[in-house]
Each structure stands twice: as structure tokens, then as C-alpha cells.
């Protein structure tokens, strides 16, 4: 019997061993491919480590539409700073995990002198990013991240953890490689209701829900205090959709303006600045064409 109890942890370790051993070796081909931010969703990949930032841009999809197709290097070109963007689309990631790799950012050793914090309704109103599984799906495996997230508050941590490991050893992960469109071309004609209202209901539900809205709240005053303890100037965007405001819009400004008072966060209410369509590649995010004219028009004044 313990001849067998012996073979069964022998095989256990050499089991253990080499899955370690691929998570390793599959993460290493992948970061040796050098990506930059605008050729990968991926926050592990361009996180380096000792570096200095003068902006970080932080949210859901509309703060990492501001890399995407190569509208990072055109940003930083027309603003004359050096950025990073740690926002993350795809439906995959909400205010806690942005908590969390702003901290992983800070823990690397990192800086940066002011925060972007684009403040979209759905990333304070939805149900659904909170617990989104694939947030790590991107990302590569070190222990140093994994070991920093099992000691990090979270919702649904245990089923984003496996998923973060079981990708690893997919095939598309495996072929990762840098990839950005010179530019995003694609331009809407005319403003449609019906998307739109379909849109409203597919990223925060029927009805948007005051008990998240308000620990989304917490999360986000987190996020302030964890900057100002690096030295972090946040500052909140409202960015713009060619529908206007979002459901939301309203009690999301109310906070700023609390922050404000409390923290000195200045905020900006973009919601409504560019309502022609031609700038827009879906209803609330604006191609390279759209981004270019956000950022001369709006943005560069902000920063500097």
C-alpha cells in the first residue's frame, strides 16, 4: 500500500512538473515574438518592467480602441508622450481586474504620471464583465502574475484562474503573433435606433442595476487611491458615441464629480462631442479616422 501511495505522488509530481514546464515553455515562444501595444489585447505582453509612462489609459473597449489599428503610435506621435494601455475589450474584463493590473503595472516597477481612466457606463453598470472567465486569456503564464491574482480580491476567481491556465495550451494561443491593421477604415453612413437599443440591453441588461453600480463605485475610488499612492494623476474621459449618452450616463458623471471634489479628478464629458458617423466604426467606437480628430481636437489639450 505505501509502495502504491509512493508511485500515485511520484506520478502526481512528474505530472505536476510538466504541465509547469509547458506553461513555461508555451509563454516563453509567445513573448519572445516582442509585441507592441498596438499588436496585441494582451496587457502581460507589453508589460515590462522599470518603465516610465506619462499616460496610461485604462477601462474597457473604448480605452484600448485608443491602440488598436495602430492608433496608439498616432496618439502618442500627436500628443508627444509616451503611453500605455492597459484596457481591455472584448467583454472580458471589468473594474476589478482593471484594479488589478494597474496594481501588477505598479508592482513591476513601473510609472506612470497620469491615468486616463475612460469612464464608460457599461464598465460600472454590467453583470457580466465582473465575472467574465476569459479575462487572462491573453496573457502569459509566470507565477509572479498568478500568484499576484490568488492574493487579489475577485469574483469568480476560480473558474478565471483554470481558464487562464487551460489557454495556454491552446492553439491559438501558441500562434500568437504581433498583428495591427495600418488603420481601421470601416465608417458608419447613418445613426440606427434598433442597434443602438440592442447595444444599450446587450452590455448592461434590462435594467441597470443600483447594487453594482455602487460597488463598481468602491472599485473605481480604489483605482484613485492606488494611483495616488504611485504618484498618478487620474484623470476621467466620457468618450464619445454617435448615439450620445449611454443609460447611466448621469449617475457615472455624479461620481466624477465626487472624486473631483475629494481626490481633484478632473473629469471631461466627451459623450456627445462627435456626433458624425463617417468617425464611427460602430455606433461607440470610432475608427482611426475618428481617433485622430478625438485626439487633436480633445485629447492633446487634456494631456498637455
Given amino acids: 500500500m505505501k509502495k502504491f501511495l509512493l508511485q500515485i505522488l511520484i506520478f502526481s509530481i512528474l505530472a505536476l512538473t510538466i504541465v509547469v514546464i509547458s506553461l513555461e515553455i508555451s509563454s516563453y515562444i509567445v513573448e519572445s515574438r516582442d509585441f507592441k501595444n498596438s499588436e496585441t489585447e494582451s496587457n502581460t505582453l507589453i508589460i515590462k518592467d522599470n518603465e516610465q509612462y506619462d499616460i496610461l489609459f485604462l477601462g474597457i473597449s473604448h480605452a484600448r480602441n485608443f491602440s488598436r489599428h495602430r492608433n496608439h503610435e498616432m496618439i ?19 473594474l476589478n481586474e482593471q484594479k488589478f493590473y494597474l496594481n501588477y503595472f505598479y508592482s513591476k516597477g513601473n510609472k506612470t504620471g497620469k491615468i486616463i481612466f475612460v469612464l464608460s457606463p457599461p464598465l460600472f453598470y454590467s453583470e457580466t464583465l465582473p465575472v467574465a472567465s476569459n479575462t487572462f486569456s ?8 498568478l500568484f499576484s491574482y490568488f492574493n487579489a480580491e475577485s469574483e469568480n476567481k476560480k ?10 495550451f491552446s492553439k491559438k494561443w501558441i500562434n500568437k503573433k504581433p498583428f ?15 442597434t443602438v437599443k440592442e447595444g444599450f440591453t446587450a452590455a448592461s441588461g434590462d435594467t441597470l442595476s443600483v447594487t453594482r453600480f455602487e460597488k463598481s463605485c468602491i472599485t473605481a475610488e480604489e483605482i484613485i487611491q492606488l494611483a495616488n499612492n504611485h504618484n498618478s494623476k487620474v484623470i476621467f474621459l466620457v468618450p ?7 443609460p447611466g450616463h448621469d449617475s457615472c458623471i455624479e461620481f466624477a464629480k465626487r472624486m473631483e471634489v475629494k481626490y481633484g479628478c478632473k473629469y471631461y464629458d466627451f459623450s456627445e462631442a462627435i456626433t458624425t458617423p463617417s468617425y464611427y466604426y460602430d455606433h461607440h467606437h470610432l475608427n482611426s479616422k475618428g481617433v485622430e480628430y478625438f485626439a487633436r481636437t480633445f485629447l492633446n489639450p487634456i494631456i498637455n
Fill in 76 to 94: 502618442e506621435y500627436i500628443t508627444g508622450n509616451k503611453i500605455i494601455n492597459i484596457g481591455q475589450g472584448g467583454g472580458a474584463c471589468g
Fill in 138 to 145: 491573453e496573457e502569459c503564464f509566470s507565477f509572479d502574475f
Fill in 159 to 168: 473558474e478565471r484562474i483554470v481558464e487562464y491556465l487551460r489557454s495556454k
Fill in 180 to 194: 495591427s491593421k495600418s488603420s481601421e477604415t470601416k465608417a458608419l453612413k447613418s445613426l440606427d435606433q434598433k
Fill in 240 to 246: 464619445p458615441a454617435l448615439f450620445g449618452k449611454w
